[in-house]
């Protein structure tokens, strides 16, 4: 059972409570689908380590946990765009650029699929959908600075919930660019160099992810008020 | 020892992609800390800007009034006293000098009349820039065509802004007055051009008279304070300024600049 309890799902976890103190009760649908992506992403790593436990037990007949992740995908591409047109509505009209973006990654993942099958890292679907993360804040980030109005930034949740995907997405570049290298490479005898990147930048991710979902809360409340 | 180099380059490249974002939000912190800063600035200016418009709202009515004062006393005042006087001293035996005493008093009431018309048309000035600063320059000349002394060529550009500004419009109105009533008392001018243009968010009243002009150096610090500085103070308070052109013999021209609405 200890072995559920990773750093990572701790981390996530953790970001889930938060999530269905916070969030449940939104009135919003993207804030509310927070919850439920969460809840899929613990259910994903849970499943993971499950797995994991497997491959180690009959590696001669059982396969390493990576299509568990790539199943992942079509919840992490899909979840925060949709996020990111509520967000961005405010600013500029964006859902026809995002819902493209959206075509893209999944035709992508389609491609891989057919490719590369389900059992090996869809690696080019992740670096796509980095990059389009990662353009997706800056111009919120953009929009922000164009924008004459002032938001107090310190309890702006849809603010740290761009900050933690930039953090997230950016961090890992380097990552997902030298992935098929690093998966070689084992800084200790028990983990790959990737896992201790993943953790600092999930950690980064979780925290503002958590952050902004109190931000949010205490915004419905403070105008509900 | 590759993988040691591997590690090494990944790491320092994530910090590297790391602290890329942390500047980001650091620069974005500190440009919107100064964009509230810019806000709360400009917040002041306006309720200084407000408070100045409104002082001056006021000084301008307390010398609209001071104005009438002085004329009901000075001008109508002496007018019907003089009326009374007239006609209490006529001797209905003596019809020939009773009619003559009548018509004293039937001028004197007429030009009492007048000059009540003019307090009147003083006091109408916030009522008539309701319907917008060039309707209000129009009515201004339809008034002083009819004493038939002036000819006066109004011109107004075709795109001046559609949304007005009546703070701007009554003291920009005001100051015209005070040209206007400059050129009555002082310019012995036969012929006035108004011209109301708009450019580039500047709005331009220019007022040429063909008087008797002065020379602005050699006017006393009272006559420059009673109407040139005024108009100068109200121009600056509304982000303007006023400019003028005048010599001995050529006339007078004035222009207002005011940055519009």
């Known amino acids: ?225 | 020892m590759v993988d040691k180099d591997i590690s090494g380059l990944i790491i320092i490249t994530t910090l590297i992609f790391l602290i890329a974002p942390a500047f980001l939000v650091l620069y974005i912190f500190i440009y919107n800390r100064r964009k509230k800063r810019h806000i709360e600035e400009k917040a002041q200016m306006q309720l200084t800007f407000e408070a100045e418009i409104a002082k001056t709202q006021y000084e301008v009515q307390e010398q609209t009034m001071q104005t009438i004062g002085a004329d009901l006393h000075d001008n109508i005042g002496q007018l019907l006293s003089l009326t009374s006087l007239t006609l209490n001293s006529i001797e209905l035996d003596n019809r020939l000098k009773a009619r003559e005493k009548v018509d004293a008093a039937i001028d004197l009431t007429v030009r009492s009349i007048k000059e009540m018309r003019l307090l009147g048309k003083l006091l109408q000035g916030d009522q008539l820039v309701v319907s917008g600063l060039s309707e209000a320059i129009r009515h201004e000349i339809n008034w002083m065509e009819r004493s038939g002394k002036y000819k006066i060529k109004y011109t107004r550009a075709e795109d001046l802004p559609a949304a007005n500004n009546p703070d701007k419009d009554l003291i920009v109105f005001r100051i015209l007055q005070e040209i206007l009533n400059n050129i009555i008392k002082h310019a012995h001018a036969s012929r006035i051009y108004i011209n109301l243009e708009y450019n580039e968010g500047t709005l331009k009243l220019e007022i040429t008279d063909n008087g008797i002009g002065f020379n602005a150096d050699e006017l006393t610090d009272d006559q420059r304070g009673m109407g040139l500085q005024n108009m100068r103070k109200r121009a600056v308070i509304i982000g303007g300024e006023v400019a003028i052109k005048s010599n001995p013999g050529e006339g007078t021209q004035i222009s207002i600049f005011i940055p519009y609405p």
């Open chain 1, 1 to 225: 059972m200890s072995r559920y309890f990773t750093f990572n799902t701790i981390v996530e976890l953790t970001c889930l409570l938060v999530a269905s103190i916070c969030l449940t009760k939104d009135s919003n649908r993207a804030w509310r689908g927070m919850f439920w992506f969460l809840l899929i992403t613990c259910v994903t790593e849970m499943t993971g380590i499950y797995v994991k436990g497997l491959y180690l037990a009959d590696r001669a007949h059982v396969r390493p946990n990576s299509w568990v992740y790539n199943i992942f995908i079509i919840f992490e591409i899909c979840f925060p765009s949709l996020m990111f047109i509520k967000i961005l509505t405010k600013y500029a009209n964006s859902k026809p650029t995002i819902l493209c973006g959206l075509a893209i990654m999944y035709l992508v993942y389609v491609y891989e699929v057919i490719t590369d099958g389900i059992f090996k890292k869809h690696n080019l679907t992740i670096t796509l959908m980095a990059v389009l993360f990662v353009l997706y804040s800056l111009y919120y980030f953009y929009c922000l600075l164009k924008d004459e109005s002032y938001i107090n930034l310190k309890y702006s949740p849809a603010f740290w919930w761009v900050s933690g995907i930039l953090f997230y997405y950016f961090g890992g570049t380097a990552c997902n660019i030298f992935y098929n290298k690093l998966s070689t490479v084992i800084v200790t005898p028990k983990h790959y160099l990737t896992y201790y990147i993943y953790n600092a930048l999930n950690l980064i991710l979780y925290s503002c992810w958590s952050y902004s979902f109190i931000c949010r809360k205490w915004l419905t409340k403070t105008s509900a008020a």
